[in-house]
Structure formats: structure tokens, C-alpha cells
């Protein structure tokens, strides 16, 4: 296979620092990583769709660009691989000696877990991933609820009706636990607002590319009385973006900053920071220090999740965002309470 190369909320510009926080969640206890003299530079990112998706990829993309711009490195990537060739391309990089396997979203974690057993040599990190049984599994899992906690305040903000809309791409138990986080809390604003029945209306599109069907999706819920949307479903989210124009209805972006994608329809986004991933990630991979049998986690602490408002933006809204980030930082809100499971 050819190897191909295609106004911040205030309150978080007072985190700093990028530490991990590590947990636990694998079955095996034992934490540690393969031998240093074993280790090789060459290191490569797996990416699963196009990075000019406006999400998931785009956001993976300027975050191997960001590692190689501050630490100097040759971070290769390869993009749009199909789920049909994760372990064909997994078993390419571990077989040309790569040490570092980085692989971006979670449906990674199975072929991940029959590809690594055989490459001991080569550490396999899949960003989002939970499956970490091995000594050279080290997988990186953005904690994406705390950031759909900052959106939900958004939203919960901003309706007029009390009748959000959410699409997702597909059902797993990060996404589950990130809408559920989303919903449980809007609903808790709407209703502290004075809006009597606040309704959420979620559906999956099955599918990460289905502009049409992103739209579709979103006309029947703004028929439905939807007036705002959250979306994470990557170029699905195209056609509903699109839509929510036509209808002018509001959008909250997420992941990646999307308020210059339709100005006046996106309200405000949620950005992820892969450039501090990243260059954690790789920085611990080449000190040695990526250990393997455990989920590394980051989120909100580590300053990963930024909202960003378009100019304009009502002070109250910016606001309320510092003040529920507070409330986290504090321990005030516990979001795994909002878990459905």
C-alpha cells in the first residue's frame, strides 16, 4: 500500500501544562512498556477518513502537523483507510519495523488487539481506544464527555424551544457516554431557564460519510421542533450543517472549531487540542515512558477541550461556560453520574 501525505473562553487560557492522567479500566494490572533498545523513531498515524472532514480527522491532522512542528519529528500518516484494511495496514507498519503505531478512533481497538500480539517490538496507541491488554497496547482516550459537558452548556443556553437535536455516527460506549453527559445536563439548563418539556431527539447515522443523510436526519428533527443541533459524525455533519442553514436553526461545532463554516448557524464550538496529544504521546514514546496494559487519559484538566466563540457572542453564554468549568475543576459535577450504563 503506498504511504500517502495529503476567541477562547477565558477561563481555560489559564490552564497550562499538558500531563496525562492515567486509569485504569484493562483487566491486567501489570504496566509497562517495551524495551527501549527495541524502540526505533519511526513512527506513522493511522487516520480513518479524509482530513478534510471539518472533525474528527481534520482535528488528528493538525495534531501530527503540531507534533512534528514543536518536537521535530518525522510523524507520517496515512488517511482514509477503510475498516476492511486496519489490520492489512497495522501488520505493513509493524512488519517495516515502525516503533510507534498511532491509530485515530476506536474502531481500531480490534484490530489492534490481533495485530499487536505479533509485533512486540512496535508500540500500537489508538487515540479513543480502550482496549489495552499488552505490554505494547497503549492506547490515548480523550475523555469526549467532558467536552460535550462544555456544549451542553451551550445549548442549554441558547434554546429557544427546549427541543434539541443530536446525531451521532455510531452507537459505541464513548459516543453513548458523551450524549448522555450532553443531554442530561442541557436538559437540566433548559429546565433551569423556565422551558417547560425540554425534549432531546438522538439518532445515528451508521455512517461517517453520509452527507445526505446527515440532512435528511436534521430536516425531521427541526420539523420535529428541533431549533439546536449537536453533531459528531464528521463529513455526515456537512450535509446537517448545511441543512440547519437552509432552516436556520443553530449548530453547537465540535471537535473541530466550525464557526467559520456557516458564520451565523454555528452558535460556537468545541475544539479538541490534538497538538497536545500528540506531542504528549510521542514525547512518552521517545523517553521511553508510554506504558503498555493501561488507558492514558486527558481531558478538560490538560486543557484539551477549548470552547470557542464567534465575535458577538453574548457575555452571559461565555459566562456560563467559565462558570461550569469551574464547577468541574472544583469537583462540583461529577459527569459519569449521567452515564446510562
Request: negative net charge; contains cysteine; proline residues 4%.
Amino acid at each position: 500500500m503506498k504511504i500517502s501525505e495529503i476567541k477562547i473562553s477565558r477561563f481555560l487560557l489559564a490552564l497550562a501544562g499538558a500531563s496525562i492522567l492515567t486509569a485504569g479500566g484493562c483487566r491486567q494490572a501489570v504496566a509497562d512498556s517495551p524495551a527501549a533498545e527495541h524502540r526505533t523513531e519511526k513512527m506513522v498515524a493511522i487516520l480513518p477518513g479524509m482530513i478534510e472532514d471539518q472533525s474528527w480527522n481534520k482535528i488528528n491532522y493538525e495534531g501530527i502537523l503540531k507534533c512534528r512542528e514543536t518536537l521535530g519529528v518525522d510523524l507520517e500518516f496515512v488517511q482514509n483507510v477503510t475498516e476492511s484494511d486496519f489490520e492489512a495496514v497495522l501488520t505493513e507498519y509493524g512488519s517495516q519495523g515502525y516503533g510507534l503505531v498511532m491509530a485515530a478512533g476506536s474502531q481500531f481497538d480490534d484490530a489492534v488487539s490481533v495485530v499487536a500480539p505479533r509485533f512486540p517490538d512496535t508500540t500500537f496507541c489508538v487515540v479513543n481506544g480502550s482496549f489495552c491488554q499488552g505490554r505494547n497496547v497503549a492506547p490515548i482516550f480523550p475523555k469526549e464527555y467532558e467536552a460535550s459537558y462544555l456544549a451542553s452548556i451551550i445549548a442549554g443556553n441558547i434554546t429557544r424551544s427546549g427541543i434539541l437535536g443530536i446525531i451521532a455516527g455510531y452507537p459505541n460506549a464513548p459516543m453513548e457516554h458523551l450524549l448522555d453527559v450532553y443531554e442530561k445536563n442541557a436538559m437540566d439548563i433548559i429546565s433551569q431557564r423556565g422551558i417547560e418539556n425540554p425534549q432531546t431527539l438522538r439518532s445515528y447515522a451508521n455512517s461517517w460519510s453520509n452527507v445526505d443523510l446527515g440532512k435528511k436526519i436534521v430536516e425531521q428533527m427541526i420539523d420535529s421542533g428541533a431549533d439546536t443541533l449537536f453533531i459528531y459524525a464528521n463529513e455526515v455533519g456537512f450535509g446537517c450543517i448545511q441543512a440547519a442553514k437552509e432552516r436556520q436553526v443553530r449548530v453547537i461545532g465540535f471537535s473541530d472549531n466550525q464557526n467559520d463554516l456557516e458564520p451565523g448557524t454555528v452558535a460556537a464550538s468545541v475544539y479538541f487540542d490534538f497538538g497536545t496529544l500528540y506531542r504528549w504521546t510521542v514525547e512518552q514514546y521517545m523517553d521511553g515512558k508510554l506504558q503498555g496494559n493501561k488507558v492514558h487519559e486527558i481531558g478538560i484538566r490538560e486543557g484539551i477541550f477549548v470552547p470557542v466563540f464567534p465575535e458577538g457572542t453574548p457575555e452571559g453564554l461565555r459566562d456560563a461556560v467559565d462558570q461550569g468549568t469551574s464547577d468541574f475543576l472544583k469537583g462540583k459535577v461529577d459527569l459519569t453520574q449521567w452515564f446510562s450504563d
